[in-house]
């Protein structure tokens, strides 16, 4: 008998239940980025050792959720507009590949969980509720790549959760609404149904690519580049 998702939670480590905890108040803004992390008032917190909180910041550090500067103690990283580039970079070309090749394996359960997805996602953005959002469209994007058929996309996907998470916590700076926000994945749902791969690779590319046309003033730039393709 398979263990319950519930059973494997409460299997997890102290240390990576701590962990989990810290990067909801990270993602929530509870806890800002470049704030300090004090590995005693963390420990009183949470009423576990010192030892169980240095692992679980240990853990956040692999994911480069938290730097440790010698001598200075553990900091919440900060993302940077370079680091925000780069993320942008990464998942257009990761994305508007796998997307592609999902599109052929789209079967009617497949549309069915991302319409459901989409659907919870219209319930958020009624709410305000951009936390919910972003984990909603982390579920959408995660699921469309799982569909790729290439394990090693999948895989270097995945290892790029956290990073992109945190990504996606300042987005709600950028977009004018939350159903703003929606009406893009209602676009790239309908495009994957769609069957046409130039469509889909345009709506991958507006929707991952926008945020960059507000930081670098570059959406007369994108438009010329859309129309011309």
């Not at 806890?31 to 169980?52: C, F, K, M, N, P």
């Not at 699921?143 to 290439?150: E, H, K, M, P, S």
Request: charged share 30%; with cysteine.
């Amino acid at each position: 008998m398979q263990p319950s998702e519930s059973n494997v939670i409460i299997q997890k480590p102290l240390s990576e239940l701590i962990a989990d905890q810290l990067k909801q108040k990270i993602w929530k803004e509870d806890i800002q980025l470049g704030e300090r992390l004090l590995e005693t008032e963390l420990a009183e917190h949470y009423d576990v050792s010192r030892s169980t909180i240095r692992e679980a910041l240990r853990i956040l550090e692999s994911e480069e959720l938290v730097v440790s500067q010698a001598r200075k103690g553990t900091y919440v990283a900060d993302f940077t507009d370079r680091d925000a580039n780069e993320m942008i970079e990464l998942r257009t070309l990761l994305e508007s590949h796998a997307f592609e090749q999902a599109m052929p394996r789209l079967e009617s359960e497949h549309i069915a969980k991302l319409e459901e997805i989409v659907g919870q996602m219209k319930a958020r953005a009624d709410e305000q509720d951009w936390n919910g959002l972003f984990e909603l469209d982390m579920r959408f994007h995660s699921y469309v790549v799982g569909l790729c058929g290439n394990s090693r996309i999948i895989k270097i996907y995945d290892s790029l959760q956290v990073q992109i998470r945190t990504f996606l916590m300042h987005l709600d700076r950028y977009y004018s609404s939350p159903q703003a926000f929606y009406d893009e994945h209602v676009q790239l749902l309908e495009a994957l149904v769609s069957g046409d791969v130039h469509t889909v690779n345009r709506r991958v590319r507006e929707h991952i690519e926008y945020v960059e046309t507000k930081l670098l003033g570059q959406q007369d730039k994108l438009e010329e580049v859309y129309s011309n393709e």
